[in-house]
């Protein structure tokens, strides 16, 4: 195990509400990413957070916003859930979030929206 | 931009048999290469990654890539596979100056008693 923890592990919500995932990084690790990984297809970068400023984004529109704390765990927020944001959703840690670095995943939040 | 190609959905082999699992890149400068593997209901596990030097490297478990740059190619090798390394495989890119690392579709590879 990585010692990359989420929470929760599954989570369902209607369309239009709101929902917080968390993430607690490996320990030492400064840098946390997100992902999401729609069912059969690779995770798509979110964005990172690099002590507690987001360090890149990917192409996600505003209602996907993050937090870093300064123990460096992370929590992801969607707003105005939609039924294409169901997928797992992944965070993976790495020690100061360079391009070359390792970035090691926890297991995952799988998010249904109904 | 960049991008990976993981031109096999599936992949099947018998156990003890060497098993390749393909990747191609697309990118604008230096690439850094990733190997990840997911098992049912687990996040991603590292395998191993290419960053500069030696074309040939090895990961966890027994596995080994090798960079052909010409071929623009990462594909990921086993001399001898398990039936425990039946799962999906993920490959993935990132370039400098930039935090966003892009993976394939992923191969789901299946090991055959």
């Known amino acids: 195990e990585t010692g990359v923890t989420q929470s929760p592990t599954h989570l369902i919500k209607t369309r239009g509400q709101q929902v917080t995932l968390r993430c607690s990084s490996q320990?030492?690790?400064?840098?946390v990413s997100w992902y999401q990984q729609a069912l059969g297809q690779g995770p798509q970068f979110i964005f990172q957070y690099y002590r507690e400023e987001e360090n890149g984004r990917g192409n996600f529109p505003p209602r996907f916003s993050g937090l870093q704390f300064p123990n460096y765990s992370s929590e992801l927020n969607v707003n105005a859930l939609e039924l294409d944001d169901s997928a797992l959703y992944l965070c993976a840690s790495s020690l100061v979030g360079a391009p070359t670095d390792t970035q090691y995943f926890g297991p995952g939040t799988r998010l249904t929206v109904l | 931009a960049q991008s990976v190609a993981q031109p096999e959905d599936q992949v099947n082999v018998a156990e003890g048999n060497p098993l390749t699992v393909k990747c191609t890149y697309s990118?604008?400068?230096?690439?850094?290469l990733f190997w990840y593997v997911q098992y049912p209901n687990r996040g991603l596990q590292f395998l191993l990654k290419?960053?500069?030097?030696?074309?040939l490297v090895k990961g966890s478990y027994g596995f080994e890539a090798e960079f052909n740059k010409s071929q623009t190619s990462f594909h990921l090798k086993k001399p001898s596979a398990l039936v425990s390394d039946s799962a999906l495989y993920f490959c993935a890119v990132r370039v400098n100056n930039n935090n966003d690392m892009r993976f394939g579709a992923g191969t789901r590879l299946t090991v055959k008693p």
């Open positions: 990118v604008s400068g230096n690439p850094y």
């Open positions: 290419y960053i500069t030097g030696d074309n």
């Open positions: 320990s030492g690790h400064n840098t």
